[in-house]
Antibody
Framework: QITLKESGPTVVKPTQTLTLTCTFS??????????VGWFRQPPGKALEWLAF???????RYSPSLNNRLTITRDTSEKQVVLTMTNVDPVDSATYFC????????????WGPGTLVTASS | IQLTQSPSSLSASVGDRVTIACRSS??????LNWYQQKPGRAPKALIF???NLHSGVPSRFSGSGSGTDFTLAITSLQPEDFATYYC??????????FGQGTKVEIK
């Protein structure tokens, strides 16, 4: 059974760096084609994809946030970490991580999400 | 690739048949997925590859379309189906994009 869970600060000050951890189980992130993505959703708004890491450590980032994001994986600890620099109040959102399948390329299992508020 | 859903919201009654459209700005062949999200909860996978049901999803949900135009249909709407639905493309895996969502409300 695949599960994921996000963790990190609930409040972060503007200009600071936000670090979020996705801890997963039920898969190893070593299967050809699989990966983990990060997403966010401001209150009342749509889902937005942020970053993605493949089983082979290849990485993808949202072009609108590319220079602020870093995604890393630790397969031994079964974690994927997202860092976002220079946080702004508009970054306040619920952040989700999700497993992407190796074949049909969809996000089949999601973590419950973690709410982050950027405020001084 | 941009995805545009219509309508942005709809009101329906239990037992109704509901359809939600998703239009892509480019041909994405069959690489279109659908998710359901309830307030305060994470999205759940419904359909992948335009028409394949994710494990455990009831058969009243179905997907169709190809190229640039896709449809999610829910036959005989149930109380637990009132939620927001998102389409998402996986044709271009450099940038995953979602539609803006369609909220299905109780009439």
């Amino acid at each position: 059974q695949i599960t994921l869970k996000e963790s990190g600060p609930t409040v972060v000050k503007p200009t600071q760096t936000l670090t979020l951890t996705c801890t997963f189980s039920g898969f190893s992130l070593t299967t050809d084609g699989e990966g983990v993505g990060w997403f966010r959703q401001p209150p009342g708004k749509a889902l937005e994809w942020l970053a993605f890491v493949y089983w082979d450590d290849d990485k993808r980032y949202s072009p609108s946030l590319n220079n602020r994001l870093t995604i890393t994986r630790d397969t031994s600890e079964k974690q994927v970490v997202l860092t976002m620099t220079n946080v702004d109040p508009v970054d306040s959102a619920t952040y989700f991580c999700a497993h992407r399948t190796a074949g049909p390329y969809y996000f089949d299992y999601w973590g419950p999400g973690t709410l982050v508020t950027a405020s001084s | 690739i941009q995805l545009t859903q219509s309508p942005s919201s709809l009101s329906a009654s239990v037992g109704d048949r509901v359809t939600i459209a998703c239009r892509s700005s480019q041909n994405i062949t069959h690489y279109l997925n659908w998710y359901q999200q309830k307030p305060g909860r994470a999205p759940k996978a419904l359909i992948f590859g335009k028409s394949n049901l994710h494990s455990g999803v009831p058969s009243r949900f179905s997907g169709s379309g190809s190229g640039t135009d896709f449809t999610l249909a829910i036959t005989s709407l149930q109380p637990e189906d009132f939620a927001t639905y998102y389409c998402q493309q996986s044709f271009n895996t450099l940038v995953y994009t979602f539609g803006q969502g369609t909220k299905v409300e109780i009439k």
